[in-house]
């Protein structure tokens, strides 16, 4: 498997634009989760997902944020319309089945760094 | 808010020496884990202690679990250059929550 795979890497766009961020979690893990990782709250987490239905998100910032995950291969998470403090870097994770706290720990992706300008 | 606190916020040492990194935490937990972040990259799972575990070894990682005290430390032994990161403690909360994050460790490791 080639792990949790999240596009695009990088990310800049002007203030007020659409962002969409992509995940495509491994194959056979049944929970998706969204953290966003900044120096001064570190990571925190936005919204997770069990079996493709939204369970907490609670930690959606704000309206502007929303999260989808039409399939257990995808999900999506938008920011419309962007704001400066809204850089940071995104990390998608995922984790097995059957509990959310499995021995093997969650799975994360490499990120993606955004940049509100 | 955090659940897990890591101390000291940053760690210089020389190669070969011990690396040891505390974490606590203010709530009763079902487990800790420990996680490593190279620059640039996601986080990698390390090790994983349950709440009825006090030490735990893996490789050149020692893991021990104080639950009284709430806290947590993590040990590498005969560290590399390589060993170079961030480490950061998840604790999942009493119940079905998912893992909060501390703000971690940052190791550098001399060669």
């Known amino acids: 498997d080639a792990g949790v795979i999240q596009s695009p890497r990088h990310e800049v766009t002007e203030m007020g634009q659409e962002v969409t961020l992509r995940c495509k979690p491994i194959s056979g893990h049944d929970y998706l989760f969204w953290y966003r990782q900044t120096m001064m709250r570190g990571l925190e987490l936005l919204i997770y997902?069990?079996?493709?239905?939204?369970?907490?998100d609670s930690g959606m910032p704000e309206d502007r944020f929303s999260a989808k995950m039409p399939n257990a291969s995808f999900s999506t998470l938008k920011i419309q319309p962007s704001e400066p403090r809204d850089s940071a870097v995104y990390f998608c994770a995922s984790s097995f089945l059957y509990s959310i706290h499995p021995a093997y720990g969650y799975t994360f992706g490499s990120g993606t760094r955004l940049t509100v300008v | 808010s955090q659940q897990g606190e890591e101390d000291p916020q940053a760690l210089s040492i020389q190669e070969g020496e011990n690396a040891t990194m505390n974490c606590s935490y203010k709530?009763?937990?079902?487990?800790l884990q420990w996680y490593r972040q190279n620059s640039g990259r996601g986080l990698v799972h390390l090790i994983l202690?349950?709440?009825?575990?006090r030490e735990k070894h893996s490789g050149r990682l020692r893991v021990t679990l104080d639950t009284s005290k709430k806290s947590s430390s993590l040990l590498i032994t005969a560290s590399r250059a390589a060993d170079t990161a961030s480490y950061f403690c998840a604790t999942d909360v009493m119940g079905n929550t998912p893992l909060v994050f501390g703000k971690g460790t940052r190791l550098s490791v001399i060669a």
């Open positions: 202690i349950r709440s009825n575990e």
């Open positions: 709530t009763s937990i079902n487990n």
């Open positions: 997902f069990n079996n493709n239905v939204p369970i907490d």
